[in-house]
């Protein structure tokens, strides 16, 4: 099948988007809509007294300023963080209420504390910067550690020392016990340094009232940048006080979540509230500034880990102890991220019997964090590969032999990992040797030497990676095959830039043999699909492709009775192949095509009607494990600090591959996230004032293509046991193990001047100083 599952198929979507035909949130404009904007806390902490909005009412064009009151006059409701979670003595944790506009205090900078309407965006924005709100500056606490410090400023008086949880997983007693008896404890502690997603489309909404049949204000819609609105729907009906069928969410063009746009934010239900109190659409979208004080951030993590070994190198006990940053108020999922979702994977590709993980979850006046590319696995990645590599350094078995020495082996599989993951499949030996065939390790030694004489230390480093993905709850699929063959699918998924129209049309062609052309994919839309789990996790083409594929498998068997009455023979006589209907043991056939357009006759409007239309649901009964090998090669000018990635290496294995050529692009936008993290971004606050010192790219700095090396990529496909598509998720597998491949390079570049670690990202200015105190530090030896 020429655009078939497996084939490296252009992006169907791209011409659209090339040629200026996507429509993003902020091209959507309703009529009569009038511009939000917000008036945004100056301070990371302060009381919040009177507020005067005469002098900003007064302006031309202003309709309306907003506070919390107005909100609590219509019982407005919380964001709410959705979270399962149990400290460790059983209790709950301290949930945060969080109105779209702050109340009593404003806990970081940015928090909005009052929203301006008005006819202009100009005319919203000058008289936002009239509101006078009376402050009373506090003082603020941002550092991770230094949060939990005593005697430092409470974020909410119901968390003391700031504390919002105490949780943990594995067996205490088995790592205390290996730690205690084992050869050798190596021991490291790391910071998983902040960031946020910045993706090229900021954050936007349109929220508006739709009409009546009797001409009565009807239905509450919004448009919103996304990625999945039958979640942003429940919490809007429940947080407006309205039924979910009062409010239509749509999503279209997305131009980048990372998992960033998955959460509700207050913006949203603040332009919500305005458009049903007005009675008509208002329209906010985040410049780049705004965003950097508003949107959720990512990582922020501090940990110290212990390492068990045998004087053979084999693993004995893990210990990890992490303090998590998570903001001033829980997102929808922020106290998820640090425990469940990445702890599990501490464990990685190896056969540690005993894991034991600790995460202390605490409040600071900064930012809320959530999920980032990954969400909890590249930070558990980072921790064990740069542990496991340190060991490798510390027993002198190096980073590629005490890997081989742990590994799962693929004949164990299936594998039950102490901390209840049973990994379906995995061969993490042969993708290690395939990536160091693939780096030329081999020829290291003498690129070390030449870099050497050119004055630059060179090195590689290398991380194995495994990760649990598309699993979780059921995604729906609903594919219609119209009279004239065409076929529309109808997904609860939302793509944000990843790929998902091209892929789902290739499951179709594979399955229904229609060619890319006849499909039209409808995403983002509460009234055309029913119900979605939206994307995250690497889940869509996993789950909803598994769910598109039943639903055309049903679609055959629904279109089988027609196709056997144009054939003249019996049901069981007919099969389907390549689009096509046969009698078997014949050369006679028909089309789908001709089969929906009999199908179709029936309803009153010729071939122009529905012919087919079977909905899909699947669970996955169990997550994927996408796994592979990542190998970096660097060299670092002394003389600076500045650090070169000259080549990257990749063997991955994602199961049964769709499109190799999506594949790939994810590789590389996830290598180049990764490499930022490690490298270049780090959010910075001002630790007296709480400001936030980079808040913007002037000061927080992005990968540029210039910063990217060659990267060259192997596919390892083991296909998966969990979902009928043989898939393992792909999305995040570069971000996961491109920040210790790199770290692990430059430790390496770095290692005969005796440094053992440096913390992300290693700007610059922090290897040139790490390189100048280790010259000291040998000088006075």
Known sequence: MKFGIGQAVPRTEDARLLTGGGRYTDDVSLPGQAYAAFVRSPHAFAAIGAVDASEALAQPGVLAVYTVADLDAEKIGMIPCQAALKQRDGSNYVDTPRPALARGFARHVGDPVAMVVAETLEAAREAAELVMVDYEDRQSVTGTLEALEPGRPLVWDEAPNNLCFDWDTGDEAAVEAALAGAHRVIELELVNNRVVANPMEG????????????????????????????????QFAKILNEPDSRIRVLTTDVGGGFGMKLFNYPEYVACLFAARRLNR?????????????????????????????????????????????????????????????????????????????????????????????????????????????????????????????????????????????????????????????????????????????????????????????????????????????????????????????????????DRLGVPPEDVEVVQGDTDRVSWGSGTGGSRSVPVGGSALAEGAAKVVKAATPVAADLLETAEVDVEFADGRFTIVGTDRSVSLKEVAAKAAEGDGNGHNGIAFSEMARWTPPASTFPNGCHIAEVEVDPATGIVEVLRYSVVDDFGTVINPMLVIGQIHGGVAQGLGQALQERVVFDPD???????????????????????????????????????????????????????????????????????????????????????TRMAAE
């Open 203 to 234: 954050r936007a909404c349109v929220a508006g009232v739709e009409t009546g049949a009797d001409g009565a204000p009807g239905r509450l819609l919004i448009y919103v940048t996304s990625q999945g609105v039958h979640g942003l729907q429940k």
């Open 281 to 509: 659409a208002v329209k906010w979208a985040a410049d780049r500034i705004e965003g950097f004080i508003s949107d959720d951030h990512g990582r922020d993590h501090v940990s110290k880990a212990r390492l068990a070994v045998d004087a053979d190198g084999h693993f004995l006990g893990l210990r990890v102890d992490t303090v998590a940053n998570l903001g001033a108020y829980l997102s929808n999922y922020g106290p998820f991220i640090p425990t469940d979702a990445g702890s599990a994977m501490l464990v990685g590709s190896y056969k540690t019997p005993a894991v034991y993980v600790r995460v202390k979850g605490v409040f600071t006046n900064t930012q809320p964090v959530d999920a980032y590319r990954g969400a909890g696995r590249p930070e558990a990645a980072y921790l064990l590969e740069r542990l496991i590599d340190h060991a490798g350094r510390i027993t002198g078995l190096g980073p590629a032999e005490i890997r081989r020495r742990n590994f799962i082996p693929a004949s164990a599989m299936p594998y039950a990992t102490p901390m209840g993951q049973v990994y379906d499949t995995g061969e993490f030996i042969q993708n290690l040797e395939d990536g160091l065939i693939l780096a030329d390790m081999a020829g290291l030694p003498a690129r070390k030497e030449k870099a050497k004489a050119r004055g630059k230390l060179r090195g590689a480093g290398l991380a194995t990676y495994i990760e649990a993905c598309s699993g979780g709850g059921p995604e729906q699929a609903t594919v219609q095959v119209n009279g004239d063959g065409k076929v529309v699918l109808m997904i609860g998924t939302q793509t944000n830039g990843q790929g998902h129209e091209t892929a789902y049309k290739q499951i179709l062609a």
């Open 689 to 775: 004032s709480g400001q936030l010192l980079s808040g913007s790219f002037m000061d927080y700095q992005m990968p540029r293509a210039v910063d990217m090396p060659p990267i060259e990529v192997k596919l390892n496909s083991v296909p998966s046991t969990t979902n009928m598509l043989g898939m393992k998720g792909a999305g995040e597998a570069g971000a996961i193990g491109a920040p210790p491949a790199i770290i692990n390079a430059v430790v390496d570049a770095l290692s005969d001047l005796g440094i053992t670690h440096i913390d992300m990202p290693a700007t610059p200015e922090t290897v040139w100083a790490a390189i100048r105190r280790a010259e």
